[in-house]
């Protein structure tokens, strides 16, 4: 059973109804010449979200993704009641984005939390942006929600929320999930605002880490500066106890919508995809990697190794084609420019020394895939290479394994990826800074007798297929609120997610 609260906020048994906070809304917003469009948004936060949410009464808050002054009221309305949950947005100004989310999230807590402290920009303005824009979502929280909901803040933009609650006095229950690692005790020392951010966490009553190694490093971290805290208990969840406050921590590994997935991997459409991509390339045999650009994703180091195994294995020249699709992402960002740029010498370096008679090693695409591509691209590759340098978990290493319904790839998977977790026995795993060592494992994918890869891929679908998100949602609330997702009563009859494409003309007055 959970720990009763210190403050006399909502008992966990009569919680019904959620209430997600996330710095982007679960929307794209496009504008086209005197129009706003929204559309519902994909991902795999607002698949495991939207059952939890939809016809619950549910609410989304986030920013709406553009610092153009809008009024969304009437659009979100209608794009809430179509999507069965309500969206509040939050405005955030040129300045505020600069500061907050270019600035503190995405130059200071996102290269630190990915062992990169060397990027980190500690800028003293980005910490009050930071601070700032908590307090703007904490205004947010305080005006949509009620005692008896559940606050579920995600990721590391908005670390600060439940002690602004707290320091306002808003009563709420309150989780919160960081989609990213936590670094060890060495490396979060170098961090301005150590002892701010720790604590600030430590004022959510449950605290969510992708993996068991980035709890323990939150729990080094708060036994470091926190002296007077013990933890007690076994398993993924814990106690914390710092005085009389008691707060949970645990480990829950996010996955996807594995029979989804499955699926829409089988349909006509991407079978003909796949179909037409076999014409059209050179060689049977694709690796693929799909990452948004980012340094963290290790696409320098990837390239470098894809580059050394031709070099050093000749009869993989002809036979393997590298397919390497990059996202484009923060774009805006000097340091996102400069990457693309040296990813992109690195593909026309490598094509040149290598391409011959028709066959070219790599094909590089620069863009978003369309669903039933990604799918193709997943289910007709069959070398899955997913090295990055860090990452929280890798949605992609478990979406690869799930496309793969002939379960004839191999999966080559950094071991510094939250999934290598669940995925180690099985997958091939490299160090992503050891060129030649993951060139070696990509000619060991290749040379790989077909039983022993169709064994290991079984298994690792095994894995993701036991644990999806629907168990995730359920594993979180369950250390929440002792509830699961069926707990949370439904308003209405249910109403399939719908694909809205809702219009707003621009007020040119504003
Ligand atoms: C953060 C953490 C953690 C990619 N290309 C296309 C496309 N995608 C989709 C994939 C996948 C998602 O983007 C990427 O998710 P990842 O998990 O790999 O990485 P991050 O974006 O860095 O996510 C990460 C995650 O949060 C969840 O907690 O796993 O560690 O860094 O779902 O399918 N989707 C489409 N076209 C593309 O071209 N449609």
């Not at 193709?376 to 992609?396: C, E, F, H, Q, S």
Request: glycine share 6%; with cysteine.
């Amino acid at each position: 059973m959970l720990n009763k609260p210190d403050d006399d906020s909502e008992s966990v048994d009569t919680i019904t109804r959620i209430v997600a906070v996330s710095n982007r809304l679960p929307i794209k917003l496009e504008r086209v010449k005197e129009e706003w469009r929204i559309r519902a948004g994909g991902g795999g936060l607002v698949t495991a979200m939207a059952p939890v949410l939809r016809n619950r009464g549910g609410i989304w808050i986030g920013w709406s993704g553009t610092t153009e002054e809008v009024d969304w009221r009437d659009l979100l309305g209608d794009t809430s009641s179509e999507i069965g949950y309500d969206l509040h947005t939050v405005t955030l100004t040129r300045q505020e984005l600069e500061g907050f989310y270019e600035g503190f999230s995405n130059d200071v807590i996102w290269p630190m939390f990915h062992d990169l402290q060397t990027r980190c920009k500690f800028a003293p303005d980005y910490w009050y942006h930071y601070l700032n824009v908590n307090g703007k979502f904490s205004d947010a929280v305080e005006k949509h929600s009620v005692e008896s909901d559940f606050i579920w803040v995600h990721d590391y933009h908005l670390i600060h929320l439940a002690q602004m609650l707290r320091m306002r006095n808003v009563k709420r229950r309150t989780g919160f999930f960081l989609h990213i690692p936590f670094p060890s005790v060495d490396i979060f020392l170098k961090m301005p605002w150590r002892a701010q951010i720790l604590q600030a966490m430590t004022e959510y009553d449950l605290i969510g880490f992708q993996t068991l190694h980035d709890r323990r490093n939150f729990i080094q971290c708060l036994q470091f500066f926190i002296p007077n805290v013990s933890i007690s208990g076994r398993g993924a969840v814990v106690t914390a106890q710092m005085g009389d406050r008691s707060f949970r921590i645990g480990s829950f590994p996010i996955s996807i919508d594995y029979e989804t997935f499955a699926r829409d991997a089988a349909t006509p459409e991407v079978l003909s995809h796949i179909s037409w991509l076999q014409r059209s390339m050179f060689s049977q045999n694709i690796a693929l990697g799909v990452d948004r650009l980012d340094y963290t994703k290790g696409l320098p180091e990837r390239l470098h190794a894809f580059g050394n195994a031709l070099e050093r294995y000749p009869e993989l020249r002809k036979k393997l084609t590298l397919i390497q699709v990059v996202v484009p992402s923060r774009i805006s960002m000097v340091e996102y420019q400069a990457l693309k740029a040296e990813v992109e010498q690195l593909v026309g370096e490598i094509n040149g020394k290598f391409t011959r008679d028709g066959w070219i090693p790599i094909h590089y695409l620069f863009r978003n895939l369309d669903r039933n591509e990604l799918l193709a691209y997943y289910r007709a590759a069959r070398i899955g290479l997913v090295t990055p340098l860090k990452d929280g978990m890798n949605l992609v290493s478990k979406e690869y394994c799930t496309c793969n319904i002939e379960e004839e790839g191999v999966l080559i998977l950094s071991e510094f990826a939250g999934s290598a977790s669940q995925f180690h026995k099985y997958a091939l795993l490299v160090n992503p800074h050891d060129i030649e060592g993951t060139a070696d494992a990509i000619y060991e994918a290749y040379k790989m007798p077909l039983e022993e890869k169709k064994y290991r891929m079984h298994q690792l679908r095994e894995i993701v297929k036991r644990n999806d998100i629907y168990k995730w949602v359920d594993d979180y609330l369950q250390a929440a609120l002792s509830k699961q997702l069926n707990d949370f009563p439904s308003l209405d009859e249910y109403v399939p997610q719908i694909d809205v494409d809702f219009r707003i003309k621009v007020d040119k007055g504003k």
